[in-house]
């Protein structure tokens, strides 16, 4: 059977240049870059190199860039690390109610520490409200963390605009990017961002490479104790294949990014124009406009998600959904309750990610089956019955 | 999510989908908020169970209990389908992951809620004696299964 892949938010196929160029770190040049001799010194060189391929898409300086093991550690890193450096000037955080379990979980990890987070609503298509934001802002705030683009309905926040707001008021603003690196461009100048996430295997890189961005002279705490690695902020022998990995694989996500964008969008647009053709009762999630070009996240009433990805997967379809059936909590996803889901279209959601290896064709054959699948879950289902008879609008 | 070849089987082709008209008994339990409703449809000929039919809005898990659930109680009389436990149901499809157990649970509640509402339609047992039969649970909040 042939098998579709449209779950590219959760993570990506590793290209094969990337992975080309990795393996002669494993088995040739295997030296730690931390030693003298010239073993140690070639992969010295080429973690060095990663970091200005990272830097440079980025518009930073090599030095602001921090190699990890991933965005949730980036996003560990940088929130913990600043708060515990900065408490002295305040212990209040600014965040979203939108943001990846990375940032939310560190949060409330932070509150039982003694600081105060705001977590920030968001409008019908999850937009950070903005009103909300800034009156939140008090003497005591010392760190903003917003989410660059959603991961499940991929809306991309007004991050220029909080950037400024943080800058003017001196408050220190970290945004996870994990979804938005390799899908458009940023310029941590131009945006006025202090810190930033990134995660190689979202761009077509390995899992386990990550990436973060501190702006030079913000000051924040070691996080993993040990030796000097990384100028002396997470110690541990480089990763020396993911770091190399990282850096090839960003290189080639933004060597024609324009063109990367108008792929996934086309997919997009098609996907969701034959989706509400052909299926009664559904409802998009998330910004039209102010959208990830890959995302595609639909609710399809009176089905659960769980069903619907099960039927899916004997296609040979993978998609994710925002169901608490799929996520091993009795809530469905907190992004889909905080953009004002009922619970039962929140149950229904499917994300679909597109991505550079997918095609026309594949987006036919999705719709074909959604067609099929959808149908035979909502004549098994209760609320699709009461629905016809009436008793529900 | 790690599905016995059963279980997959159920949601993949599952037994006895659909409706009655004019059931003798319906039993609906569960609700879109826990994302899991199950309505139950029996068909009840002297004391015995002819047909059972269901509706299900739920994950696979919710599903494949549903039609497992109307195979084992057809033909059999109200006494042993009230006898059913979950722990036979989850059996019955060579078990279930830990987090879908409360499926199960919801399968045995339909089948009690459905046969109390052939009960109510009977109209000889009061409502305190159907609860008793029936080991009906209290409706009045929403929990979710656990």
Redesign the interface.
């Known amino acids: 059977m042939k098998s579709i892949y449209v779950d590219n938010a959760a993570t990506t196929k590793v290209d094969e240049e990337v992975l080309t160029e990795m393996i002669p770190y494993f088995s040739e040049n295997y030296g730690n870059p931390s030693s003298i001799y010239s073993l140690g010194k070639e992969n010295k060189k080429a973690v060095e190199l990663a970091r200005e391929q990272v830097a440079k898409v980025l518009n930073a300086n090599p030095e602001e860039i921090y190699f990890t093991s991933g965005g949730s550690e980036s996003d560990n890193m940088a929130l913990k690390g600043i708060a515990f450096a900065n408490k002295h000037r305040g212990n209040h955080i600014i965040t979203s109610k939108i943001e990846h379990p990375a940032i939310l979980d560190t949060c409330k990890f932070l509150e039982k520490q003694g600081f105060e987070v705001s977590y920030i609503d968001v409008d019908e298509n999850g937009i950070l409200k903005l009103d909300d934001f800034k009156k939140e802002i008090k003497d005591t705030t010392i760190l903003i963390s917003i989410i660059f683009a959603n991961n499940e309905i991929g809306t991309i926040e007004p991050i220029k605009e909080i950037g400024k707001i943080a800058r003017e008021n001196k408050i220190i603003f970290h945004t996870d990017a994990v979804q938005a690196i390799g899908n458009m461009n940023i310029d941590v100048q131009e945006l006025n961002i202090d810190s930033l996430s990134l995660s190689a295997h979202k761009f077509h890189g390995p899992k386990g490479s990550g990436a973060l961005y501190v702006r030079k002279g913000i000051k924040f705490e070691k996080f993993i104790n040990g030796g000097h690695q990384e100028k002396n902020k997470r110690a541990g022998t480089e990763n020396v294949a993911g770091i190399v990995g990282l850096g090839k694989a960003i290189e080639i996500a933004y060597k024609d990014i324009e063109k990367h964008n108008e792929h996934l969008l086309s997919l997009r647009n098609y996907y969701f124009e034959e989706v509400l053709a052909k299926i009664p009762y559904i409802k998009i999630n998330g910004d039209l406009k102010n959208r990830l070009p890959g995302n595609a996240n639909v609710s399809f009433r009176?089905?659960?998600?769980?069903?619907l990805l099960?039927?899916l997967d004997?296609k040979g379809i993978y998609a994710s959904s925002g169901?608490?059936?799929?996520s091993?909590s009795?809530d469905?996803s907190h992004v889909l309750l905080a953009i004002g889901l009922?619970?039962?279209i929140a149950?229904g959601s499917l994300r679909v990610t597109f991505g550079k290896y997918n095609s026309k064709d594949e987006v036919d054959f999705i719709i074909d089956s959604l067609v099929e699948i959808v149908d035979k879950l909502r004549?098994?289902?209760?609320?699709y019955?009461d629905f016809l008879e009436g008793e529900i609008k | 999510?790690n599905?016995s070849e059963k279980v997959?089987d159920h949601?993949?082709n599952?037994r006895n989908?659909g409706?009655i008209k004019n059931a003798s008994a319906v039993g609906?339990v569960g609700n879109?908020?826990?994302?899991?409703?199950?309505?139950m449809y029996l068909e009840i000929e002297n004391n015995i169970i002819k047909d059972a039919k269901f509706?299900?809005?739920?994950?696979?898990?919710?599903?494949a209990t549903s039609s497992i659930a109307t195979e084992m109680i057809k033909g059999k009389t109200i006494e042993e389908a009230l006898a059913l436990t979950n722990k036979e149901v989850v059996n019955a499809l060579d078990g279930l992951p830990a987090?879908k157990l409360h499926c199960s649970v919801l399968a045995e509640e339909a089948i009690h809620e459905a046969i109390a509402d052939y009960y109510r339609k009977d109209g000889k047992m009061s409502e305190e004696e159907i609860i008793k039969k029936c080991n009906l649970k209290a409706e009045n909040f929403i929990h979710?299964h656990?």
């Open positions: 009176f089905i659960e998600g769980e069903g099960l039927n004997l169901s608490a059936c799929t091993g009795l469905p009922t619970h039962e149950h004549n098994m289902s209760p609320l019955e | 999510m599905y997959i949601y993949t599952p989908v409706n609906e879109a908020i826990c994302g899991d409703i199950m309505k509706k299900t809005f739920g994950c696979g898990a919710a599903i987090i979710c656990e």
